[in-house]
């Protein structure tokens, strides 16, 4: 069964598609956790971060870059963002398709809650 997010870049659910190359797409989370919100996906099937292969380094740095430039684009770059990647459970991971989340717009306060 193919994933909720390869399914959106099939184009067959629809999404606020801001960047598409080759290799990634970018899209607006539909629930956003602050006014700028992006998941920057890659095209290839890498259900999580524990899945990343030694040959896909230069495709996660490819996200990183584009979540870099997306930043400078969205006005966020000088002010701050976070770039996050969960991963299984305890990472909080609900999609098992590797995404990239930028966040940012708003100060966004500690990385995790402290126990
Ligand atoms: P994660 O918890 O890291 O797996 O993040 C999954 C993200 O996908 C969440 O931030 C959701 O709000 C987002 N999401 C779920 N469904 C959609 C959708 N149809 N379009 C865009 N974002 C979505």
Redesign the pocket.
Known sequence: MPT??EK?IAGD????VIFRDSRVVA???????APV?I?IVPNKVIPTADDIADEDESLIGHMVIVARDLARQQGIAKNGYRL???CNPH??????HL?L?LIGGRPLGPMVARA
């Not at 899209?27 to 956790?33: H, S, T, V």
């Not at 990472?91 to 098992?96: A, I, P």
């Open positions: 909720l997010f959106i659910v629809p999404a606020t899209f607006l989370d539909i629930r956003p956790a919100h998941l996050i990647i969960n990472g909080g991971q609900e999609v098992y995404h989340h």
